[in-house]
C-alpha cells in the first residue's frame, strides 16, 4: 500500500469517526432539550388551584430539609464541644451560640411545615377559608425565614443563608399564586351556582 493510499483512508476514516462523534453528540443534545422542555411543560399547570397545590408541597419540603440540615449542624455542635473540652479546652460561648442559631432554624422549620400543611390542606380541599388562614400566617413565616437568614450570616453558613433566602422569595411568590386560587375557587362555585339556577329553572318551566 503507497502512502497516499495509506492518507486517503486514514482521512475516511477520520472523517467517519468525526461524523459519529457529531451524530451521537447531536442526539444527545436533542434528548437534552427533550427533557428539559418536558420538566417545563409539567411546571404548566392547567390552574391556579394546581400550582398553589405545588407551591404548598415544595414549601412543605423546604421546610422538613431546614430542619434537617439543621438538626444535624446542632449534632455537629454537640460532638465538636465535647471533643474540644476532651482536651480541656473551654469552647461554651462559641458553641452556645451555635445550638441557639440552630435550634432557632429548626423550629422555623417546623413552624414553616405546619403552615405549608395548611395550604396543603386547602388545596386539595378546595377550601377557601384554609387558604386564607394560610395566606395570614405566610407572613410570619417569611419574617421567621428572614430571622433565619440574617442569623446564618452571622455564623457565615451561606449554604442555609441561600436555603432561607430562596425559602423566602418562594414563600412570598406562593401568597400570591394562593390568592389567584382563592379566585379561581370562588370563580367556579359561581358558575356551578349559575349553572344550577339555569337547570332549576329548566325543570320548572317543563313541569309548568
Request: aromatic share 14%; proline share 0%; with cysteine.
Amino acid at each position: 500500500m503507497d502512502k497516499t493510499s495509506f492518507n486517503v483512508k486514514f482521512f475516511d476514516w477520520d472523517y467517519l469517526h468525526l461524523t459519529a462523534l457529531m451524530k451521537e453528540t447531536y442526539f444527545s443534545s436533542q434528548c437534552k432539550e427533550k427533557y428539559i422542555m418536558i420538566f417545563f411543560m409539567l411546571l404548566k399547570f392547567s390552574s391556579r388551584l394546581k400550582a398553589a397545590q405545588y407551591y404548598g408541597i415544595a414549601l412543605a419540603i423546604r421546610s422538613i430539609l431546614i430542619s434537617a440540615i439543621s438538626a444535624h449542624f446542632l449534632n455537629r455542635a454537640h460532638t465538636n464541644e465535647a471533643d474540644w473540652r476532651s482536651i480541656g479546652v473551654d469552647v461554651s460561648d462559641h458553641y452556645n451560640a451555635v445550638q441557639t442559631y440552630c435550634k432557632f432554624s429548626i423550629a422555623v422549620g417546623i413552624l414553616s411545615a405546619f403552615t405549608a400543611g395548611i395550604l396543603i390542606f386547602g388545596t386539595f380541599k378546595r377550601s377557601r377559608v384554609a387558604i386564607f388562614v394560610w395566606m395570614i400566617l405566610a407572613p410570619i413565616d417569611v419574617l421567621g425565614l428572614f430571622a433565619n437568614m440574617i442569623i446564618w450570616a452571622m455564623a457565615h453558613v451561606w449554604i442555609m443563608f441561600i436555603l432561607s433566602f430562596l425559602s423566602m422569595l418562594k414563600t412570598v411568590r406562593a401568597i400570591f399564586v394562593a390568592h389567584q386560587a382563592r379566585e379561581e375557587i370562588t370563580n367556579e362555585k359561581t358558575n356551578q351556582s349559575s349553572s344550577n339556577l339555569g337547570r332549576e329553572d329548566t325543570h320548572v318551566n317543563n313541569i309548568a
